[in-house]
């Protein structure tokens, strides 16, 4: 008896020791994105460096939603969208890690873009808002924002609803800026709204708009004009207004992140910035890769055109980030909806 009670007490031992000696599974990285490229670099990094990422693809708007309701208990390791406004916003309601620093050397641009306290890091960038137009149409294209308020543009403009539509309150913010800033910049936007402005969802919404006839000139991020003139439609054409207003691609990581999952953020942050990781982006995506980088290798897609061409404008991501929720509360009253 004593035999067997020792020989089922050896057993137990060596389970228990094969269990304390069984390596730990990886917990891996859990990456919201919004960016089309993101499920290949996710693998891409997983096969590099053996470190799992489970990637959960979602519009910005619902992005940003979804980070919002988790709050203080996310479940997320890292964030990537479109949009240095929208990671303001999150990081004024505390919901954001702070004292992050680029991997690599940056542009004069890309400095432009880092905040002070390090809640972001900007990953490359687009155009919050350009004209797309068909190449047959009759009407003159226009150069700035200005001419949009002229009468020959009466009832043939559309935009994305800034509410749906998670990268057009930068496109918004940037015309109130060039208007004068906040308040005074309304009356440009109310402008347009008599003018005829038209606002649908989001920018297939509105390029399914330019291609049927219902308006001739669409203002949609640069990204989306970009691939539906290149891989859709050839008779649709990009015209880059001045200013055209920088939209940053951002990573955020969450508020808490510590040990082993912030070192693999931050290597999963390196991964994107290297030429490797910038390569996939090119290459696997689809609107998305249509963007300028913010380091000095490699350069974006020959279809966009050279940065020194274009009349850029950065917006103070602070100022319009903490006015949003005021902002898009009054587009929805005064433009597109019960004050109309």
Known sequence: ????????????????????????PA?????????????????AFTKKTGIPVRVIRLSTGALLARITAEGHHPDWDIGWFDGATAAVSLDKAGLLAHGLRPPVPLTATGRSMLPPDGAYIPTGFTLAG??????????????????????????????????????????????????????QGKGFVAALKANGLQVFAKNDATLAALRNGTIKLAIVQSSAAVNVARNIDHHLTVIYPRPAYVLPNVIVLPKGLHGRALREAKAFIAFVESPAGQAIRKREGEGDSYYWPVTALPAPRHALPPLTTLDLATLDAARWGAR??????????AIDGAGS
Do not use: C
């Open 27 to 43: 917990r891996g990285l859990v990456l919201y994105a919004a960016l089309d490229y993101a499920p290949a670099i996710g693998k």
């Open 1 to 24: 008896m004593r035999r067997v009670i020792a020989a089922g007490f050896g057993v137990a031992i060596i389970i228990i020791a094969a269990v304390l000696l069984w390596p730990a």
């Open 324 to 333: 949003e929720k005021t902002v898009l509360a009054w587009f929805a009253h």
């Open 130 to 183: 350009v004209f797309v137009m068909n190449n047959a149409s009759t009407l003159k294209p226009p150069k700035t924002w200005n001419d949009l308020t002229a009468p020959l543009y009466h009832g043939v403009v559309g935009m994305n609803d800034p509410a749906i539509s998670g990268p057009t309150y930068p496109a918004l913010a940037g015309m109130l800026k060039q208007a004068g800033g906040w308040p």
